[in-house]
């Protein structure tokens, strides 16, 4: 691994530390948990729900993303 990319994950491993970062993942959580199909009010609001979820979506499967691939870069450095 080059200085360069251990720098990129540790600086993420860094961040995902931080009470701010729970703090953070907590809320989007919240905020998927408390959409309710009931509040929809029409197709425009329907689109921008299915938008807005997708985004937080992937802010919420993000730090394991980069878990895995630094995972995955490591079996392979390993492997070599």
Known sequence: M?????KYYETYFNLFIQDG???FIGEI???VANQRIEDI?????????KGERNAL???L???NGIRSA????MERIHDS
Do not use: S
Request: charged residues 35%.
């Open 2 to 6: 080059t200085p360069e990319e251990q």
């Open 21 to 23: 970062w729970a703090q």
């Open 29 to 31: 959580r919240d905020i």
């Open 41 to 49: 009010k029409d197709g425009e609001h329907l689109q921008y729900v």
């Open 57 to 59: 979506k992937r802010v």
């Open 61 to 63: 499967t993000f730090e």
């Open 70 to 73: 630094y995972d995955y870069h």
